[in-house]
T-cell receptor, first 110, second 112 residues
């Protein structure tokens, strides 16, 4: 079992819809969770961090964390073609290093 | 602020050649990291430096060495490049107290 798992996609959503990206992790002691956006040929860009159970909203982005289920998600409301990218989930484990998932490719169709 | 910078952006090496990838940050961060990214494998940690003067191995350190030159700079050296080291290399940094990492633009390395 991978430490951080994401569906590779592609996840295709129409413009204006809600995109839902999911991530599960295996280390129960994980404390910090991050979402990065990576455009093709570019470097990862941090878009959200979440540390406690529940929802955290920032503009069109909402991160959701459920530590009991070892599950973190990212919702993108009013999806735009410019949101088309690969979204990486990262988890900080007991060693304080980040473990990254392989990413979900999101395609927003105009 | 430039954030995290990396040089070079692209490099082609022949098997057995050596090279050093340079990374610098101007955010006064304590911790710096080197990752490689390969298709289907995600980002994998090669080496990291929790603070100036310290370095530690990550998940895939074989074939690499690092130097934390000062607080700003962290270099990655390939002593004898192999085709398996063809990858995109990213440097990242964080403050050490906060865990959000910020990435440089990457170096695309091809070893033939």
């Amino acid at each position: 079992q991978k430490e951080v798992e994401q569906n590779s996609g592609p996840l295709s959503v129409p413009e204006g819809a809600i995109a839902s990206l999911n991530c599960t992790y295996s280390d129960r002691v994980s404390q910090s969770f991050f979402w990065y956006r990576q455009y093709s040929g570019k470097s990862p860009e941090l878009i959200m961090s979440i540390y406690s159970n529940g929802d955290k909203e920032d503009g069109r982005f909402t991160a959701q964390l459920n530590k009991a289920s070892q599950y973190v998600s990212l919702l993108i409301r009013d999806s735009q073609p410019s949101d088309s990218a690969t979204y990486l989930c990262a988890v900080r484990g007991a060693t304080n290093k980040l473990i990254f998932g392989t990413g979900t490719l999101l395609a927003v169709q105009p | 602020n430039a954030g995290v910078t990396q040089t070079p952006k692209f490099q082609v090496l022949k098997t057995g050649q050596s090279m050093t990838l340079q990374c610098a940050q101007d955010m006064n961060h304590n911790s710096m990291y080197w990752y490689r990214q390969d298709p289907g494998m995600g980002l994998r940690l090669i080496y990291y430096s929790a603070s100036e003067g310290t370095t530690d191995k990550g998940e895939v350190p074989n074939g690499y060495n690092v130097s934390r030159l000062n607080k700003r700079e962290f270099s990655l050296r390939l002593e004898s490049a192999a085709p398996s080291q063809t990858s995109v290399y990213f440097c990242a940094s964080n403050s050490g107290q906060e865990y959000e990492q910020y990435f440089g633009p990457g170096t695309r390395l091809t070893v033939t």
